[in-house]
């Protein structure tokens, strides 16, 4: 189901249309997750969950949650 159209901004920004964020119940200082499926994204709510929690749920991810925020922690510089 399409909710909205947003434009990317030269940062890489978009804004979530107001529909979807009302049906994803999230606000100002949420956090969400993107998941890439073919050439699709898919943003998904994280809510109170732990980033590990949420992504440990996620039955297509490569890895378990701490290990990918591991590899996150490597890329800083």
């Known amino acids: ?3 909205g159209i947003s ?9 979530i249309p107001k529909e979807a ?11 969400v997750l993107f998941r ?6 898919l943003i998904v709510r994280i809510g109170e969950r732990r980033l590990s ?5 996620q039955k297509s991810w490569p890895v378990n949650g701490l290990e990918y ?5 490597n890329e800083w510089p």
């Open 1 to 3: 189901m399409e909710v």
């Open 7 to 15: 434009t990317v901004s030269e940062k890489g920004q978009v804004t």
């Open 21 to 31: 964020r009302k049906r994803l119940k999230v606000g100002a200082g949420d956090k």
């Open 36 to 41: 890439l499926e073919g050439d699709k994204v």
């Open 53 to 57: 929690e949420t992504l440990d749920s």
């Open 69 to 73: 925020q591991k590899r996150l922690r």
